[in-house]
């Protein structure tokens, strides 16, 4: 974390010539709080950069007024769009969100007990969005920091308490539905209702929604507070909730071996499914299936026969499966856990050159307000991704569906027609087998397949070893059904 910065006022004129130059241009050195104090011209900025030297001649940040930021931005892609977009390299903010912005620890730890509440929704929420046809443990990391309760996790890490998460999950949206060719089954603004629960922290206009989830919300404080999680632990939170929600079903679904859990799980699915609507439904439902196996934050077979009525119990039983155990949803599916929770903790940006590709509101507008197909030339780090910066310090990666990757010295070389193209990558006769290249390619090729076999054969035998039976925190062996007898394994554990 930076100290000391250098920046001057200028107006829009001076801007013109400094913006490209700014390390000979002779700013001043401040601190934190000059900063803030400084006085910004009508129409102009604050421009500088972190630290004492500087050897980019392009600046850090941009302070400009509240009432100017639209007005700025359209002149900077006016007169800069050589070196847009400006957002990947130049972090622009107004005056009052400079204030907030230098206040902002570089370290985020605000999410403290409740990072495995996060990372087991987060997982839950990639597996719903796949519509459970992906194996997490083959999910790039990147593909799971693309979800919304990412955004979400990492902004309550950043930002704390008081961050408009509505807003946030519109801009994720947005985006989403923007770059991408087809929507998911969860809209983000469906996810609310999770993260307020998550930090038992409602926005005064969701007055229902807030007496109807504040008890899950206690319920999670009290998991989370809780150093040591054992099988009576779980048994007295599962009948205290019973109680207070006046739901047998659910002090049953933490009582003995897994096959009777099973079947007092489809008993509360039947009474919720009877009972008047309520935002806290599917919460129970999740609460309930996280007692089956606590800590397993992804079990698809559970709870399929209940998706058309109750679609969001899958991710709130993410949720609680966080809260059971941290420590394995951060180890499950090979550590991806462990990748959203490092990404959630990272220092942040905010006094230093932006990570993002671009930021939400420079994307904004090279999008405009037309919902169709949207056709621009943006170069990110990876190909056919894109880092976005919803809020300050908060970026989330999106793969392109709809951009057009940007490719240089090739805009000017006209593409050739179709039949043009395919003359093109048709082999020569003469040349198909005795070239030197296609001869490597099938010795490569070959190998591969040596590779892929030795390995289909050792996951065989893999599977007709007898395996080992895992036991739950409730005591009971997931290998084992009634009467202690060795039972096939869940298919929802396999999954």
């Not at 974390?1 to 010539?17: F, G, I, K, N, Y």
């Not at 241009?25 to 104090?37: F, Q, S």
């Not at 926005?203 to 150093?227: C, M, N, Q, Y």
């Not at 932006?354 to 507008?365: H, K, N, T, V």
């Amino acid at each position: 974390m930076w100290t000391s910065l250098r920046a001057r006022a200028v107006d829009r004129e001076q801007l013109l010539v400094v913006f490209t130059n700014v390390n000979k241009a002779a700013p001043e050195a401040l601190n934190l709080d000059e900063l803030v104090n400084m006085k910004i011209p009508d129409r102009g900025a604050i421009i500088g950069y972190w630290g004492e030297n500087h050897a980019d001649p392009l600046p850090d940040f941009l302070v400009v007024r509240d009432e100017d930021v639209k007005d700025t931005f359209a002149w900077l892609s006016s007169y800069f769009s050589g070196v847009a977009p400006i957002t990947q390299w130049c972090r622009i903010c107004t005056a009052s969100e400079m204030k907030e912005l230098i206040r902002v620890a570089s370290k985020p730890t605000v999410v403290g007990s409740r990072l495995g509440v996060w990372v087991g929704t987060i997982l839950a929420e990639c597996s719903v969005q796949a519509n459970y046809n992906i194996n997490l443990k083959e999910l790039p990391g990147t593909a799971a920091l693309t979800s919304a309760t990412f955004a979400a996790a990492r902004a309550i890490a950043v930002w704390g308490r008081g961050v408009d998460l509505s807003d946030l999950a519109r801009r994720h949206e947005e985006m989403y539905t923007r770059l991408r060719e087809s929507g998911r089954p969860v809209p983000a603004a469906a996810l609310l209702p999770i993260w307020h629960t998550i930090q038992c922290e409602f926005p005064l206009k969701l007055d229902l929604e807030r007496r109807a989830l504040e008890p899950l919300g206690g319920i999670v404080e009290t998991i989370t507070s809780k150093r040591e999680v054992d099988a009576e632990f779980i048994q007295e939170v599962a009948a205290s909730a019973s109680k207070g929600f006046s739901l047998p079903e659910l002090s049953d679904c933490a009582h003995g071996p897994q096959s009777d859990r099973v079947k007092a799980l489809d008993q509360l699915a039947r009474q919720l499914g009877s009972g008047a609507k309520s935002p806290a439904l599917q919460a129970l439902l999740g609460f309930g299936a996280s007692l089956i196996d606590p800590g397993a934050a992804v079990l698809p077979e559970l709870l399929r026969k209940y998706l058309g009525t109750f679609p969001l119990a899958p991710i709130w039983l993410g949720a609680f499966a966080g809260a059971w155990s941290p420590i394995r949803v951060l180890t499950d599916h090979q550590g991806l856990g462990r990748i959203i929770a490092k990404s959630i903790l990272a220092d942040s940006d905010l006094q230093s050159k932006p990570s993002c590709d671009i930021a939400f509101e420079e994307i904004s507008r090279w999008l405009g307000s037309d919902t169709n197909t949207a056709k621009i030339s943006l170069r990110g780090m990876a190909a056919r991704s894109i880092n976005i910066e919803l809020l300050h310090g908060v970026t989330c990666p999106f793969a392109v569906g709809r951009l057009e990757s940007y490719r240089s010295e090739s805009s000017s070389i006209p593409a050739p027609n179709r039949s043009e193209a395919q003359d093109a990558t048709r082999p020569k006769a003469t040349t198909v087998g005795t070239s030197p290249q296609v001869l490597n390619t099938l010795e490569l090729l070959t190998k591969r397949i040596e590779v892929v076999e030795k390995a289909i054969t050792r996951i065989r035998e893999d599977m007709n070893a007898p395996e080992a039976p895992q036991t739950d925190l409730l005591g009971d062996s997931v290998n084992k059904g009634p009467d202690d007898k060795p039972a096939k394994r869940s298919r929802w554990r396999r999954s």
